[in-house]
């Protein structure tokens, strides 16, 4: 009687063997949303994410963020608004790790108010993805609905797209769920759904 790894070689030698294939991911659009105080500090901000991102596809706002929250205020003042900057182009989706990690950078190397102690931020740089089918924002703090993605950075799945609208989940910020905002992220999806469709012509 043979041996128990002889049985089990044999029923492998037996079987067919399978080669996996993965399938590529959907190229994102990449948003970043500012939120800030002035306008000439969001225009500044928007010069340096231009020089990094750029060109610019969509701008949108300023629109009032107070009203959200005041979890910033202390920080950044107040009376706070929401600008959104959509760039050209398609990125894969890891790459909102990396972007992630820059927009930190350029708020502690540029984007500091002169003189404060502790040092405290012109702007807060938001950057997510678009897909058709959703909106991932990048986060560096951990909790119970983010998936770590690397280096620090959280993905969360904030909204999803079903039966041409915009979905919230029970942990979507106040500020996502918003009609003004859904307004905004449908039309970078129209962009978003030519892309991709310029995207399989060229292939």
């Known amino acids: ?111 500091l108010r002169p003189g404060l102690s502790p040092p405290c931020r012109r702007v807060n740089l938001d950057p997510g993805t678009l897909q058709m089918p959703r909106i991932v924002l990048a986060s560096g703090k951990d909790h119970a609905h983010r998936l770590y993605l690397g280096e620090g950075i959280y993905g969360e799945l904030t909204l999803l797209y079903e039966k041409k609208r915009w979905k919230s989940l029970p942990w979507t910020y106040p500020d996502y769920r918003s009609e003004a905002y859904h307004g905004f992220l449908s039309s970078l999806r129209e962009y978003h759904r030519f892309a991709l469709r310029s995207l399989k012509e060229v292939r």
């Open 1 to 111: 009687m043979g041996t128990e790894n002889d049985m089990q070689n044999g029923r492998m030698s037996g079987r067919k063997s399978v080669t996996l294939e993965f399938l590529s991911p959907e190229p994102c659009s990449l948003f970043i949303g500012v939120l800030g105080k002035e306008q000439g500090d969001f225009e500044e901000a928007k010069s340096f994410l231009l020089e990094r991102w750029g060109p610019m596809v969509m701008e949108w706002g300023p629109h009032p963020f107070s009203s959200y929250t005041d979890y910033y205020h202390q920080e950044m003042g107040s009376p706070l608004f929401r600008w959104f900057v959509a760039f050209e182009g398609l990125i894969s989706p890891e790459s909102l790790v990396r972007i992630k990690n820059e927009t930190r950078s350029l708020e502690a190397e540029y984007l």
